[in-house]
Antibody
Framework: EVQLVQSGGVVVQPGGSLRLSCEAS????????MHWVRQVPGKGLEWVSL????????YYADSVKGRFTVSRDNSKNSLYLQMTGLRTVDSALYFC????????????????WGQGSLVTVSS | EVVMTQSPATLSVSPGERATLSCRAS??????LAWYQQRPGQAPRLLIY???TRATGIPARFSGSGSGTEFTLTISSLQSEDFAIYYC??????????FGQGTKLEIK
């Protein structure tokens, strides 16, 4: 069974930093591109970032570029999102999501999602 | 950035009836369009990808159609568990991937 288990929610002050994690099981993690998608509670979905299956290529939404860094450790079946310079507008539920296609260097539909990590940026 | 526009924002339908949801792209996304269902307190669930291919385990009452800029998700006979929010997602012109704002399907 495919599972994506995310780290818990947290409250952080504006300007602060935080690292989210997503641990994968039930599939060959090292063969799939992974994504981060966020959702303000009660609002829609916003794509944040992707990292290719080999970790060589990353992409970011303009809203987080230069502040967020996506990484992965294929030996630990884990995906990370390092968030710095946090702003109140970054407050959201952050989901990790798995690409449907194996060894894909682009984007593709997301066939499995984590349960979400609630990030609250507030003083 | 491709802007995805879903309509209507809210759709009220009775159980057993058909629901038709629309998604329009600001430019062609070919057939690289997916649909997701999100129930309260849950992560999104992939229903349809490639415009019309049902994801694994998705019931046949869900169907997708369209290409280019106009797409439709049809639920042929609504069950109680189908009342949720539905999002379309284009993965053709990226980054960034973009989502529609969602259609809330509610019980009439």
């Amino acid at each position: 069974e495919v599972q994506l288990v995310q780290s818990g929610g947290v409250v952080v002050q504006p300007g602060g930093s935080l690292r989210l994690s997503c641990e994968a099981s039930g599939f060959t993690f090292q063969e799939y591109t992974m994504h981060w998608v966020r959702q303000v509670p009660g609002k829609g979905l916003e794509w944040v970032s992707l990292i290719t299956w080999d970790g060589d290529t990353t992409y970011y939404a303009d809203s987080v570029k230069g502040r967020f860094t996506v990484s992965r450790d294929n030996s630990k079946n884990s995906l990370y999102l390092q968030m710095t310079g946090l702003r109140t507008v970054d407050s959201a539920l952050y989901f990790c999501a798995k690409d449907i296609e194996e060894k894909d260097y682009g984007s593709a539909p997301f066939d499995y999602w984590g349960q979400g990590s609630l990030v609250t940026v507030s003083s | 950035e491709v802007v995805m526009t879903q309509s209507p924002a809210t759709l009220s339908v009775s159980p057993g009836e058909r629901a038709t949801l629309s998604c329009r792209a600001s430019q062609s996304v070919s057939s690289n369009l997916a649909w997701y269902q999100q129930r309260p307190g849950q992560a999104p669930r992939l229903l349809i990808y490639g415009g019309s291919t049902r994801a694994t385990g998705i019931p046949a009452r869900f169907s997708g159609s369209g290409s280019g800029t106009e797409f439709t998700l049809t639920i042929s006979s609504l069950q109680s568990e189908d009342f949720a929010i539905y999002y379309c997602h284009q993965y053709n012109n990226w980054p960034p991937d973009t989502f529609g704002q969602g259609t809330k399907l509610e019980i009439k």
